[in-house]
């Protein structure tokens, strides 16, 4: 069965730091990929996705995401965070008709 | 815009007895899914319908939990008897197709005491 990988559970940043999410699948076929956030009290919702084509993708709030098909990685980048992007971060991919998430990212940004 | 509906929101009930959510999805959307989340884990997918038929309910603990969507719109999910072990975050999600973005519900908070 294939899995999602994400590391570093909690993460801890001040306003307009940088921050990158790893996330490594298992599957070696074809994929669809996603990266979902869930704020405080609000319900899980889409980021971005990637299908196909160009390999970058963005998404709302300003941030983005690369698709490294040889690293089976999808990465999650936002250049600078603001203190409303304090949430829960969770990738999730699609290989044979499959959806599995990782366990996500708690993100907190201090003002 | 339209949101995927959830009921209750949240429920409390003491082992042995049974418990029941309920989904209403966006309308149009074929796919429907369960998932459970605890606290601190990501989703894990219970039950995936397309229309009315079951097409993976392969983390679906049979013994005890069990889900319909008879008419291929809204969808219950049952377990009987409730478990400690059930504590969790239900949560339900559409999609237009099996392979599309998920669009997810408010979640029922299940405690089992």
């Known amino acids: 069965a294939q899995s999602v990988s994400q590391h570093n559970h909690h993460v801890i940043l001040s306003e307009a730091a940088s921050l990158e999410l790893g996330c490594n699948y298992s599957?070696?076929?074809?994929?669809?990929l996603f990266w979902y956030v869930q704020y405080p009290g609000q319900h899980l919702q889409l980021l971005l996705k990637?299908?196909?084509?160009?390999?970058l993708v963005k998404g709302i709030k300003g941030f983005e995401a690369e698709f490294i098909k040889s690293k089976f990685s999808f990465n999650l980048r936002k250049p600078s965070v603001q203190w409303s992007d304090t949430a829960e971060y969770f990738c999730?991919?699609?290989?044979?008709?499959?959806?599995?998430f990782g366990k996500g990212n708690q993100v907190v940004v201090i003002p | 815009e339209a949101e995927v509906a959830q009921s209750p929101r949240y429920k409390i009930t003491e082992k042995s007895q049974a418990v029941a959510f309920w989904c209403d999805p966006i309308?149009?959307?074929?796919?429907l899914y369960w998932y459970r989340q605890i606290l601190g884990q990501g989703p894990e997918l219970l039950v995936q319908?397309?229309?009315?038929?079951?097409?993976?309910d392969s983390q679906l603990p049979k013994d005890r939990f069990s889900a319909e969507r008879l008419k291929g719109v809204d969808s219950t999910l049952k377990i009987q008897p409730a478990e400690l072990g059930d504590s969790a975050m239900y949560l339900c999600?559409?999609?237009?197709?099996?392979?599309?973005?998920?669009?997810f519900g408010p979640g029922t908070r299940l405690t089992v005491t």
């Open positions: 999600a559409s999609s237009l197709a099996a392979l599309h973005e998920q669009y």
């Open positions: 309308s149009g959307h074929a796919t």
């Open positions: 599957y070696g076929g074809t994929v669809n």
């Open positions: 319908f397309q229309d009315e038929s079951v097409v993976d």
């Open positions: 999730a991919v699609i290989g044979n008709n499959r959806l599995a």
């Open positions: 990637y299908f196909s084509g160009d390999p």
